[in-house]
């Protein structure tokens, strides 16, 4: 186990563990009915949050709260974004309200030119094209952890709508966005090619009528099919992929 950047997560957690008048000890925080653990793994790049009861002095088994993607070119700024969602789920957990985050209309919305990562950029920039409703979101996700987080922005908030869409949209709805994910699999660059892959896979997990709309969506092109068809699989078994895109069981 090795807690890199700790200090950074827990004094971006101060607020929480103030209210819930938890005491920390290196990496748990506790008070007489709970305790929280605080954990990255260098096996498999995720810092995680675990919470247990505490009856008489015992503490019973841990449940995993939240997780998050963390691997070795991660800062100490990217270690604030971890405290912030680990703020959050255990607010959630313990039932403690926090104030809602207010949307931020300063904050710009994506565009292909603004940072290094272009590819990406714009690929979010046409996902808020397609669901209209992410925009602001995506101020607030943006004004509230002081960057695009982009992995864990679309697990929270893309996934669940690509489910409905393919659950419930029409053939036009289907075929609309068909187009769209397609110029990026074919013309994107390594990382936004394997988003738009990873991307299908955590709509499809678990969902078998998902899972058929998909195939269905890419018979006519069988480079873009067999890519989805073969990383089914791996992504199941992805710890780091599955913290980031998967917030619920869906």
């Not at 506790?30 to 675990?50: C, G």
């Not at 709260?65 to 405290?83: H, Y």
């Given at each position: 186990m090795d807690n890199k950047y700790l200090e950074q997560v827990l004094a971006e957690m101060q607020d929480i563990i103030k209210e819930a008048d938890l005491k920390v000890d290196?990496?748990?925080?506790?008070?007489?009915?709970?305790?929280?653990?605080?954990?990255?793994?260098?096996?498999?790049?995720?810092?995680?949050?675990?919470?247990?009861?505490?009856?008489?002095?015992?503490?019973?088994?841990?449940?995993?709260?939240?997780?998050?993607?963390?691997?070795?070119?991660?800062?100490?700024?990217?270690?604030?974004?971890?405290?912030?969602?680990?703020?959050?789920?255990?607010?959630?957990?313990?039932?403690?309200?926090?104030?809602?985050?207010?949307?931020?209309?300063?904050?710009?919305?994506?565009?292909?030119?603004?940072?290094?990562?272009?590819?990406?950029?714009?690929?979010?920039?046409?996902?808020?094209?397609?669901f209209p409703a992410l925009k602001d979101e995506y101020k607030a996700h943006v004004a509230h952890y002081g960057n695009f987080l982009y992995l864990n922005f679309f697990g929270e908030h893309l996934v669940p709508r690509m489910v409905r869409l393919f659950e419930e949209g029409t053939s036009k709805q289907i075929k609309k966005f068909y187009n769209t994910i397609l110029d990026f699999y074919v013309e994107g660059d390594n990382d936004t090619i394997n988003t738009v892959v990873a991307l299908l896979a955590a709509a499809a997990y678990k969902n078998d009528t998902v899972t058929a709309k998909i195939r269905e969506m890419l018979a006519d092109n069988n480079h873009f099919l067999n890519s989805f068809n073969n990383f089914l699989p791996v992504f199941s078994k992805n710890k780091k992929l599955l913290a980031a895109l998967i917030k619920k069981e869906m």
């Open positions: 290196e990496n748990y925080l506790k008070n007489d009915t709970k305790s929280v653990k605080i954990e990255r793994s260098e096996e498999t790049k995720l810092y995680t949050i675990a919470i247990a009861d505490v009856d008489n002095g015992e503490v019973g088994e841990y449940k995993q709260i939240s997780a998050w993607l963390f691997d070795d070119n991660q800062t100490a700024k990217d270690a604030i974004a971890v405290g912030i969602d680990f703020s959050d789920a255990l607010r959630k957990e313990l039932g403690i309200a926090a104030q809602k985050p207010v949307v931020n209309n300063l904050v710009d919305l994506p565009t292909a030119q603004k940072v290094s990562d272009s590819a990406i950029n714009a690929f979010a920039k046409k996902m808020l094209d397609i």
